[in-house]
T-cell receptor
Framework: NAGVMQNPRHLVRRRGQEARLRCSPMKGHSHVYWYRQLPEEGLKFMVYLQKENIIDESGMPKERFSAEFPKEGPSILRIQQVVRGDSAAYFC???????????FGPGTRLLVL | QKEVEQNSGPLSVPEGAIASLNCTYSDRGSQSFFWYRQYSGKSPELIMFIYSNGDKEDGRFTAQLNKASQYVSLLIRDSQPSDSATYLCAVNGGGSNYKLTFGKGTLLTVNP
């Protein structure tokens, strides 16, 4: 009974590099949400996706950040040209339909040097 | 701007006592309310959700919702040291039912 899976669990990047974070939702779930948790801050919504569709990306920074959820494979959160301020924990959650409870994965902790 | 407010704590209670965690929210259109527990360095873990005014009990946990006062709380009875964690209040509904808005969390410490 696998839950939400995320990898890598820890990612270290130097400034200017790209970070790719992956999320596989729970079995039977087709809705994926990405949240970011900055140090000493609460979780902030970033983006909501269904298979092959971005439904709401209102929480995504306007530049350098993108997300996808292809027909096959995991959802990807991509951060181009990372900066130190991108250092945070990135959590993925999934639900079977959009109004259902969201279950969180273990997170990816990104550290930008 | 939708907001969810929680006392940051720390809230310290002795083992066996009742811990009371509170949360207020600004969006009157909010429909669903969630409590997550987050241990240090770990991911949020769902404890309870509540949709209707009143109380909802699950084991040692009771969630209370008062939509008129825009207030939701979580009571933990017979607190255990393993309950020591940060408790996150989350709200969705209104214009975007899927988007959870989180409070910053309350750090609870249960002392043996």
């Amino acid at each position: 009974n696998a839950g939400v899976m995320q990898n890598p669990r820890h990612l270290v990047r130097r400034r200017g590099q790209e970070a790719r974070l992956r999320c596989s939702p729970m079995k039977g779930h087709s809705h994926v949400y990405w949240y970011r948790q900055l140090p000493e801050e609460g979780l902030k919504f970033m983006v909501y996706l269904q298979k092959e569709n971005i439904i709401d990306e209102s929480g995504m920074p306007k530049e350098r950040f993108s997300a996808e959820f292809p027909k096959e494979g995991p959802s990807i959160l991509r951060i181009q040209q990372v900066v130190r301020g991108d250092s945070a924990a990135y959590f993925c959650a999934s639900s079977p339909i959009s109004l259902e409870t969201q279950y969180f994965g273990p997170g990816t902790r990104l550290l930008v040097l | 701007q939708k907001e969810v407010e929680q006392n940051s704590g720390p809230l310290s209670v002795p083992e066996g006592a009742i811990a009371s965690l509170n949360c207020t929210y600004s969006d009157r259109g909010s429909q669903s309310f969630f409590w997550y527990r987050q241990y240090s360095g770990k991911s949020p873990e769902l404890i309870m959700f509540i949709y209707s005014n009143g109380d909802k009990e699950d084991g040692r946990f009771t969630a209370q919702l008062n939509k008129a006062s825009q207030y939701v709380s979580l009571l933990i009875r017979d607190s255990q040291p393993s309950d020591s964690a940060t408790y996150l209040c989350a709200v969705n509904g209104g214009g975007s039912n899927y988007k959870l808005t989180f409070g910053k969390g309350t750090l609870l410490t249960v002392n043996p």
